[in-house]
């Protein structure tokens, strides 16, 4: 195992391990932990009660972050004619249809949201090997299939954040950046856990939410107590 630098060392000293912190703890912890030269991510982790072998029990969704995500979000968009200006208008990165087809095949994937229009399914559905597994893959349940490429354009670009339970059944996402407030990372928080806890699979008994953790991008796990969050 790798030694810890002095820094690593300092942040693990601030946090009891053995501690189930109150949120507004735990986001005082990771601000202040956070001292790296760059504005570091503040992410959550939620381990769920779910089996993520059966397919009744999948968790995914979307959530819009209510004080953004503090990311600079690239948007690719298959559309043609005037959908594909309206996706130009609109503030997409990339718009296009079998050229945007050839420049994915050829691994040039230089977008973080793929959105597309409904009549451009079938095409996309050449690339649907090399975007899926990146969690690229326009999906109509997370509003990445629609006619209203405008919208889509502007959610994802606004700090709208998606999420998937890995095959741990651990869900995760950013809700911000170290700079932004307390107040404000707590609000974020809040959105995502509340659609975490609403996208609850009927098959899951018991209770939903195992364990749940924050952390920055170069800091330490707070682990976050679960009692007071289902209290508030």
Known sequence: MANLSKR??????SVD????YLIDEALDLIKNNASTKFDETVEVAINLNIDTKQTDQVVRGVVALPKG???????AVFAKDAKAKEAQEAGADIVGADDLIE??????????????TPDMMGLVGKVARI???????????LGTVTPNVAKAIQDAKSGQVQYRADKSGIVHAGIGKASFSA????????????AVVKAKPSASKGKFLKKLALS???????????ASLEAS
């Open 17 to 20: 391990p053995d501690k189930h």
């Open 8 to 13: 690593m060392k300092k942040l693990a000293q």
């Open 69 to 75: 995500s503090g990311k600079t979000v690239r948007v």
């Open 103 to 116: 420049k994915i095949s050829s691994g040039a994937i230089d977008f973080d949201r793929c959105i597309a």
């Open 183 to 194: 107040a404000d990372l707590k609000e974020n928080f809040n959105a995502f856990l509340g």
């Open 131 to 141: 975007l899926g597994p990146k969690g690229l893959m326009p999906n109509p349940k």
């Open 216 to 226: 920055s991008t170069m800091g330490v796990g707070v682990r976050v107590e679960l």
